[in-house]
Antibody, heavy 120, light 114 residues
Framework: QVQLVQSGAELMKPGASVKVSCQAS????????IHWVRQAPGQSLEWMGW????????QYSRKFQGRVIISRDAPARTVYMELSSLRPDDTARYYC??????????????WGQGTLVTVS | DIVMTQSPESLAVSLGERATVNCKSS????????????LAWYQQKPGQPPKLLIY???TRESGVPDRFSGSGSGTDFTLTISSLQAEDVAVYYC??????????FGQGTKVEIK
């Protein structure tokens, strides 16, 4: 079955950078897009960006452009999300999610367990 | 960006009764190219990641119980739980995937047992 397993919780200082990983299994890694979505405490879901697993192409939300880098290591079946210049309001749980669709990117059909990033 | 607005923010329903969650988009998410509404519903239980329930506004994901159904078109959509079970206590989110980026979600509707 499809599984996305994320790295553990992080406690960061303001101004620092954090890098969260997401390892995929149970499907052909290069067939899908991986998205990153964050959820601040008690809040809704906010899309941050995606990476095409086959070629590494990325696209980011305007809100995070310049502060986020999403990358992938195809042989390791792992995707990374690095967020820099952290602020306290970046405190959130960060999720990776598998996107459905190849030429057109659609819904998200499988999610990682989430990684809590606390900035304080 | 398309803004998704859900109502109500929360609702309490008795076990076995119907629960209805509404979602309104700021622009139509219907595509005439394939006659589909680009809308999905997710369920998030406490301490868990979201889980896909429905896509194309009304197609249930494999393994989702048939008490969950989605309806609507254009800008107005509904998620219905026909007979609420204890395990359905969760926050439900709608999401549009027509006009991307960004993918946008509603603010969530919390469903509880009365």
């Amino acid at each position: 079955q499809v599984q996305l397993v994320q790295s553990g919780a992080e406690l960061m200082k303001p101004g620092a950078s954090v890098k969260v990983s997401c390892q995929a299994s149970g499907y052909t890694f290069t067939n899908n897009v991986i998205h990153w979505v964050r959820q601040a405490p008690g809040q809704s879901l906010e899309w941050m960006g995606w990476v095409i697993a086959s070629n590494g192409k990325t696209q980011y939300s305007r809100k995070f452009q310049g502060r986020v880098i999403i990358s992938r290591d195809a042989p390791a079946r792992t995707v990374y999300m690095e967020l820099s210049s952290l602020r306290p309001d970046d405190t959130a749980r960060y999720y990776c999610a598998r996107g459905v669709g190849v030429s057109t990117f659609l819904w998200f059909d499988s999610w990682g367990q989430g990684t809590l990033v606390t900035v304080s | 960006d398309i803004v998704m607005t859900q109502s109500p923010e929360s609702l309490a329903v008795s076990l076995g009764e119907r629960a209805t969650v509404n979602c309104k988009s700021s622009r139509s998410v219907f595509s005439y190219s394939n006659n589909n509404n680009y809308l999905a519903w997710y369920q998030q239980k406490p301490g868990q990641p979201p889980k896909l329930l429905i896509y194309w506004a009304s197609t249930r994901e494999s393994g989702v119980p048939d008490r969950f159904s989605g309806s609507g078109s254009g800008t107005d959509f509904t998620l219905t739980i026909s007979s609420l079970q204890a395990e359905d206590v969760a926050v439900y989110y709608c999401q549009q995937y027509l006009s991307t980026p960004p993918w946008t979600f509603g603010q969530g509707t919390k469903v509880e047992i009365k």
